[in-house]
């Protein structure tokens, strides 16, 4: 399946979290894959859609997608729907490519712990 996106990126819409995104963690991502990529990296970005547009519908199309999630993970991550629902719909994805497997032991969510993980789910 060819892919519209490279990453998607997951993260709570908290002032602090969604700054250090878009301001420090993805221009450092873009910079150091660069030069790892053959093509130009092509990550969705939820800065993207406009006004007036359907925001579930735009974030749903650009996780299906991607091929792969980065999830920036904190306690809050875990009390929102929706990162909820991106992570699970890329858990789905894995169960149903079989992966992580011995061939492909990475899988598709890369996470991105920023707190010491405390309070995480047990799961």
């Known amino acids: 399946m060819g892919y519209e996106y490279d990453i998607f990126i997951s ?8 700054k250090w ?10 910079k150091h894959l660069k030069i790892c990529l053959p093509a130009d990296l092509r ?9 007036g547009e359907s925001w579930p519908d735009k974030l749903k ?7 792969l999630l980065i999830c920036i993970l ?21 169960k149903q490519l079989k992966i992580p ?6 899988g598709l969510i890369i996470p991105i712990v ?3 993980g405390e309070y995480f789910p047990p799961e």
Request: contains cysteine; charged residues 35%; aromatic residues 12%.
């Open 11 to 18: 993260y709570t819409r908290d002032e602090l979290v969604t």
């Open 21 to 30: 995104v878009h301001d420090m963690f993805k221009p450092t991502l873009e």
């Open 43 to 51: 990550i969705f970005d939820d800065k993207d859609i406009k006004v």
């Open 61 to 67: 199309r650009g996780l299906t997608a991607s091929k």
């Open 74 to 94: 904190s306690p809050y991550y875990f009390r929102r729907k929706w990162c909820i629902c991106e992570y699970e719909t890329m858990r789905l994805r894995e």
């Open 101 to 106: 497997s011995i061939n492909n032991p990475s």
């Open 114 to 116: 920023i707190q010491d």
